[in-house]
């Protein structure tokens, strides 16, 4: 899996896109919560196919506040939202983001 710093200058659009060819996924994480870092290091152990955009809340919370607005998913932190054929398919918070839900919810 790869990873990338997911930043207000990219596209929502772009992200569904890319979603039709490959997996992407949008993980909420703050940066001062316990639970959010052992997330984020439990999905760098994961061999999933797809792509991970990790949002930082504290320094992007309007973006955030997109994604929830645009998904109709409620804002959690840490929050892991699924995009796949160009829709968010799935998501998860807190201890459910894990490498197994990610698998279990696209066919790779």
Known sequence: MEFFDLRPEHSLESLEAKSKEKTQLILKHSTRCIVSSMALRGLHQCDADADCWVLDLLSHREL????????????????????????????????GITCEFIKSTYAE
């Open 64 to 95: 955030s506040n997109e994604i929830a607005r645009r998904y109709n998913i409620v804002h959690q932190s840490p929050q892991i939202i699924i995009l796949h054929n160009g829709k968010a398919q799935s998501h998860a918070s807190h201890e």
